[in-house]
T-cell receptor
């Protein structure tokens, strides 16, 4: 199984600033995903990040607000830009190596509070 | 598009009670189905999965059977423990697509 770590584990930020969240996997993976879990709600996919290509964003999410990097097969970053209180959420990264039924593993999440 | 509908919470049960959390899905293809669990203060963990019709996933005393005819994947456990208190998410992944679609989650509280 893949072991995923995220940094920071939590942060409190001021409105208008940006935060970059790092996701590190202990093995090479094809795909990485970034999810948002707003308070009391389910997970919503923000974007899919493949190494060597631009991230693919889901409806309602744009690159200017959530730029993503994927420099290699074990690492990705998500930046939450120009933050507002509505961005207060848990942000999780996830990995998959392809194949039907392949298990997706999740990082522990980054708890973000925007004041 | 794909969607997952699961039982609204919260659910509160006494220890050793029987648990059912309902989950139904809509998918255009032949999805794999998953139950994830999120314990208090922790990340999301895979609880069990099933990849084709009539498959039964099981783990830690929990079971769920992939029912194509009723498009359901209900989670069951015969005797719950206090340590099962968590939020449970039903999810699907369509064939050929790595993206997971999650239900809204069901918060389960077990009281001694």
């Amino acid at each position: 199984s893949a072991v995923i770590s995220q940094k920071p584990s939590r942060d409190i930020c001021q409105r208008g600033t940006s935060l970059t969240i790092q996701c590190q996997v202990d093995s090479q993976v094809t795909m990485m995903f970034w999810y948002r879990q707003q308070p009391g709600q389910s997970l919503t996919l923000i974007a899919t990040a493949n190494q060597g290509s631009e991230a693919t964003y889901e409806s309602g999410f744009v690159i200017d607000k959530f730029p993503i990097s994927r420099p290699n097969l074990t690492f990705s970053t998500l930046t939450v830009s120009n933050m507002s209180p509505e961005d207060s959420s848990i942000y999780l990264c996830s990995t998959a190596s392809g194949g039907q039924g392949e298990t997706q593993y999740f990082g522990p999440g980054t708890r973000l509070l925007v004041l | 598009g794909n969607s997952v509908t699961q039982m609204e919470g919260p659910v509160t049960l006494s220890e050793e009670a029987f648990l059912t959390i309902n989950c139904t899905y809509t998918a255009t293809g032949y999805p794999s189905l998953f139950w994830y669990v999120q314990y208090p203060g922790e990340g999301l963990q895979l609880l069990l999965k099933a990849t084709k019709a009539d498959d039964k996933g099981s783990n830690k005393g929990f079971e769920a059977t992939y029912r194509k005819e009723t498009t359901s994947f209900h989670l069951e456990k015969g005797s719950v423990q206090v340590s099962d208190s968590a939020v449970y998410f039903c999810a699907l992944r369509d064939f050929g697509n790595e993206k997971l679609t999650f239900g809204t989650g069901t918060r389960l509280t077990i009281i001694p």
